[in-house]
């Protein structure tokens, strides 16, 4: 595709359940993040890939995230027994390898735990 | 653990004043990026400054990255409301991993 995909755009579900998102980058886009942004806040970093390193996981908040990337491709951030404070817009973003590199969101994906 | 602090948060102004929104860290970063975000969509790229003191122009914009390369600021003339949104700050760290810490975001209101 021509931008960074990401589904579902809308997840409702309930606390306690495992939730999966997944994010389609640009092709050829080496590097992938995921970050989280609560309404009407920055972006806070969870999760880098960058080609065939070793993620930087860092940002993950608890063992209760994970996410896992095929090679360059897709890539889905997998969230378990989700909380009421897991509640945000998930974005993913892509891009070419470079400290300068611009990075090019989707338009990420609304989790509301109940 | 570097930290970008972004100042104002909230800014709500007239269609035609001069604002201006500050990024500072006590990190070091080896560039820094500008992002505008609109609501249900995510941030896009405004522009990258990667040498200490550069000062980049974009129409009525106008981004400076501090000597130091621990600060940056984003003037705005003359506002109008299609400035409106979300504007965010983005730091890469000395290190070059390609890794970026984003600011907390000014969020911009300009009223006709």
């Known amino acids: 595709g021509a931008g960074v995909s990401q589904s579902p755009s809308n997840k409702v579900t309930e606390k306690g359940k495992d939730v999966e998102l997944r994010c389609d980058p640009i092709?050829?886009?080496?590097?992938l993040y995921w970050y989280r942004q609560r309404l009407g806040q920055g972006l806070e970093f969870l999760i880098y890939?960058?080609?065939?390193?070793?993620?930087?996981k860092s940002g993950l908040p608890s063992d209760r995230f994970s996410a896992e990337r095929t090679g360059e491709s897709v890539s889905t951030l997998t969230i378990q027994r989700t909380q009421q404070e897991d509640s945000a817009v998930y974005l993913c973003?892509?891009?070419?390898?470079?400290?300068?590199?611009?990075?090019?969101f989707g338009e990420g994906s609304r989790l509301t735990v109940l | 653990t570097q930290l970008l602090e972004q100042s104002p948060q909230f800014l709500s102004i007239q269609e035609g004043e001069n604002l201006t929104v500050y990024c500072n860290s006590s990190?070091?970063?080896?560039?820094l990026q500008w992002y505008r975000q609109e609501p249900g969509e995510g941030p896009v790229l405004l522009v990258t400054?990667?040498?200490?003191?550069e000062v980049k122009k974009l129409k009525r914009l106008t981004f400076q990255f501090g000597d130091a390369r621990k600060d940056s600021s984003l003037h705005i003339t003359a506002a109008q409301p299609g400035d409106t949104g979300l504007y965010l700050c983005?730091?890469?760290?000395?290190?070059?991993?390609?890794?970026?810490?984003f600011g907390q975001g000014t969020t911009l209101q300009v009223k006709p």
């Open positions: 973003a892509s891009s070419l390898v470079s400290s300068t590199g611009e990075l090019f």
């Open positions: 092709s050829g886009h080496t590097a």
């Open positions: 890939f960058q080609g065939n390193s070793a993620p930087d």
């Open positions: 990190s070091v970063f080896s560039s």
């Open positions: 400054v990667v040498t200490g003191g």
């Open positions: 983005a730091g890469a760290g000395p290190s070059n991993t390609g890794k970026l810490i």
